[in-house]
């Protein structure tokens, strides 16, 4: 079993809706980074926290440490932000180890 | 100005073949990574430097070795290329240790799509 575990692992939206991408894991953690990795393969870190809530423009991430679980919110949903989203773990006591879920690819269509 | 590079973007070689990728960043960061991205899209660390020393070493066959000749520069040597090695390889980088977590964000290369035939 991954230490870090994403649900759903595919997910089509229409343009609009509002889209929850979840994260839970099994380690103690000190952050917790949600990534995405577009078609054309890139990656870009969208949110790095360790407790609380980040906002970003139409997107929110959420963790509950006690309940080792994260959820990635979109809102309004566009085709562009189809990719793929990625959770990740910051081991505590593993300096820059980072473990990955599998990813959850999403689609969002007209 | 690009804060993460690497090269080439695409490496084709034939089994057996020894190369080289390389990577570098202009972000001032004093740690580098290395990861592995299978074709199921799993990204698993290989490797992390901080200020040239080796910190991770994730149970990487001995035919890779990393080298980092400076902070900002950390490539990737590949001995004997085998069908399984390929992958897309993702440098990264972060600054480490000031005790602010925004300090711990990782930057990521575009990626080298290593196919080995």
């Known amino acids: 079993k991954n230490e870090v575990e994403q649900s759903p692992q595919n997910l089509t939206a229409q343009e609009g809706e509002f889209i929850t991408i979840n994260c839970s894991y099994s380690v103690g953690i000190s952050a917790l980074h949600w990534l995405q990795q577009h078609p054309g393969g890139g990656i870009v870190s969208l949110f790095m926290l360790s407790s609380g809530k980040k906002k970003h423009g139409r997107l929110i991430a959420t963790i509950n440490i006690q309940e080792k679980h994260s959820s990635l919110h979109i809102t309004a949903s566009h085709p562009r932000d189809s990719a793929v989203y990625i959770c990740?773990?910051?081991?505590?006591?593993?300096?820059?180890?980072?473990?990955f879920g599998t990813g959850t690819r999403l689609q969002v269509t007209l | 100005d690009t804060a993460v590079s690497q090269t080439p973007k695409y490496l084709v070689t034939q089994m057996g073949n020894d190369k080289s990728i390389k990577c570098e960043q202009n972000l001032g960061h004093d740690t580098m990574y290395w990861y592995k991205q299978d074709s199921k899209k799993f990204l698993k660390i290989m490797f992390s430097y901080n200020n040239k020393e080796l910190i991770i070493n994730e149970t990487v066959p001995n035919r890779f070795s990393p080298k980092s000749p400076d902070k900002a520069h950390l490539n990737l040597h590949i001995n004997s290329l085998e069908l399984g090695d390929s992958a897309v390889y993702f440098c990264a980088s972060s600054q480490e240790g000031f005790g602010d977590l925004r300090a711990y964000e990782q930057y990521f290369g575009p990626g080298t799509r290593l196919t080995v035939t």
């Open positions: 990740a773990v910051r081991n505590t006591g593993t300096a820059s180890k980072l473990t």
